[in-house]
Structures are given as structure tokens and as C-alpha cells.
């Protein structure tokens, strides 16, 4: 059996050790970049993030990216304490600071600062927030299509954990992923409440039907920004697209499946639960997505 790969594999880069990391206003070497024991992000997983992808000196999607941000983070009732334009500053001098231009991948945090006391109520957290930056030296590096394993977590209610919130709280979705490992996969595919197809634990999740494109609903899903770019690709290109609930008998009969997100942008998929999707390979809608989406990343970034 082929080794278990990460969805998120990237070829090592030996810049990475020597990376400059923001924090709070400063940049600082990597072995500096600490924030306290008593962070609430540390503690309780009580913060929101992005992650961004560099393309040609740009950040793709910065707006929408922000956008999505500050609305997770009214959500949480967290004030980030900086304006759009500022955490885009400090993105760019981020970049700057690594002397990166292509090929990195940042993850923005922002936490509700350290607590006075080890404890749960968000009013302990009082000389917050924390904000954090970490951009690395990232190039994809998928020696091949990802398997995936149907686990037995899944994507809840909104009034419980929203799973369109971007949040530090992804205790569910690790578990799904040490899941799909057990099982001999390499990323966890998981079922909405009532048991339709849902997502993966770290990306969206899509199938291809006689040139049909099927994704969920979304009402269980992650707010991707990348599963958005896709289903407007189809619909400017012709492309039959599809937000509806389906099976996994419709997925194990899929001709084409594949993931979506910032870092992989879209991740042919080459069997579920131990069933062989088309011919294993790259299927010919994919590889046209993917073409349509780099070039929709050529005309953002040149623009």
C-alpha cells in the first residue's frame, strides 16, 4: 500500500528554519515568536484564522479572505483591533521581511489575548487580542491523488460549533483525520447530520457525475473560498455545477472527485473507502478547473 500523504504536503524548504514571524506589531525571528501560556488561543481554542496563498507578490483573495476574517470574528464578539488595511500591511511586511514572491502560504491568527486566570469566561481575556502571522516557504508537493476514508465525525449544527466558522476549535476534525489514518487514508471525508456527504477535514469536497459537478449544500460545510472560486468557474464556463445533498453511493460512483482549498486549490481524489474513483487519476473536468482556476489566479494577481 502507497504511503499516507497530507493534503497540505509541501517539498522542504530549508528558508522555513530561518522564517520571520509577526507578532503583535513585530516581526521577529522564528525562535522568538512566542506568545504566552495564558493565550486564550492556547488555552481554549478561542480565536479565528485565515489561510493565504502568495501568488507573484500578491495575496489572492485578499478582500475576500479579510472579509471572511472580520465576520468570524463579530461572530465570536472578538475585536481584532486592527483595520483591514492594517492586517493587509502586515501581511505584505510579513512577505517582505522572508523576501517571499511566489509559493508561500500564510495562516493569520487572531486570538482573544492572554487570560488573567486559567479559565473559560472571555472576560478573563483582557489585554487582548494576539495576532499572529506565519508565512512559509510553501511549494505543493502531492506525489499523487489523495485516498479518502469515511469517518464516523461529523460536521455539526450550527448551534453548536457553525462549521462555517473559521475557528482555533478544530478538536473534531483532527479526530477525523486520526480516523481516516487508522483506516489507511490519507484525509477524512465527513457526513453532514444526516448522514449526506459533506467535506473533508481540512478541505471541501467535490464529485464529477456525466460532466456534472456535485458539492454539498454547504449548511454543513467550511465557508471555502476556493469551493466558491470553483462553483463560479462552472457557471461562467458552462459547466453544469450543482449545491445539492447526495450519498456516498453517488460518490462511490462518482467518474471524478476532487478537493478544493487555499493551499492545494484543487486535489484530484483517487478513492473513498477503499473504492476507486474513475481510473484513479486526474479526471478531465478537474484538470480543466484547475486550469480555469490558475488562470482566474494569473488575472488577480496581475491586476
Known amino acids: 500500500m502507497n504511503a499516507r500523504i497530507s493534503t497540505h504536503q509541501a517539498e522542504e524548504d530549508p528558508r522555513n528554519a530561518q522564517l520571520k514571524i509577526y507578532v503583535n506589531g513585530r516581526i521577529v525571528p522564528r525562535d522568538e515568536a512566542v506568545v504566552s501560556v495564558y493565550d486564550s488561543g492556547f488555552m481554549l481554542g478561542d480565536g479565528v484564522w485565515e489561510g493565504l496563498r502568495l501568488y507573484g507578490g500578491k495575496w489572492a483573495f485578499l478582500d475576500e479572505h479579510l472579509e471572511r476574517l472580520f465576520e468570524a470574528a463579530r461572530a465570536i464578539d472578538l ?3 486592527m483595520s483591514r488595511q492594517q492586517l493587509a500591511d502586515a501581511l505584505d511586511a510579513t512577505r517582505r521581511a522572508n523576501g517571499m514572491h511566489d509559493d508561500a502560504h500564510a495562516r493569520l491568527m487572531v486570538t482573544r489575548g492572554p487570560k488573567a486566570r486559567p479559565f473559560q469566561h472571555p472576560g478573563l481575556s483582557r489585554s487582548g487580542p494576539t495576532v499572529v502571522i506565519i508565512a ?5 508537493a502531492l506525489p499523487r491523488p489523495v485516498r479518502l476514508a469515511t469517518v464516523p465525525h461529523v460536521r455539526g ?3 453548536s460549533q457553525d462549521p462555517k ?3 482555533h476549535s478544530k478538536l473534531n476534525c483532527i479526530l477525523a483525520c486520526i480516523a481516516a489514518e487508522k483506516a489507511g487514508a490519507d484525509e ?3 457526513l453532514d447530520v444526516h448522514g449526506f456527504v459533506n467535506t473533508t477535514n481540512s478541505c471541501n469536497f467535490f464529485i464529477v457525475r456525466k460532466g456534472e459537478v456535485w458539492t454539498s449544500t454547504g449548511d454543513y460545510c467550511m465557508n471555502g473560498i476556493t469551493r466558491r472560486k470553483v462553483i463560479e468557474l462552472c457557471r461562467e464556463h458552462d ?3 450543482f449545491e445539492r445533498n447526495f450519498s456516498l453511493v453517488e460518490a462511490y460512483g462518482a467518474d471524478e472527485a476532487f478537493l478544493t482549498g487555499t493551499f492545494g486549490a484543487q486535489t484530484p481524489v483517487s478513492e473513498i473507502d477503499g473504492r476507486r474513483i474513475g481510473d ?3 479526471g478531465p473536468v478537474t484538470a480543466r478547473l484547475r486550469h480555469l482556476y490558475k488562470e482566474l489566479i494569473r488575472q ?3 491586476g
Open 79 to 81: 475585536d481584532i483591533g
Open 136 to 140: 512559509e516557504h510553501s511549494r505543493p
Open 157 to 159: 449544527l450550527p448551534m
Open 165 to 167: 466558522l473559521n475557528s
Open 188 to 190: 477524512a471525508l465527513m
Open 239 to 241: 459547466i453544469p455545477v
Open 280 to 282: 484513479g487519476r486526474m
Open 300 to 302: 488577480e494577481c496581475d
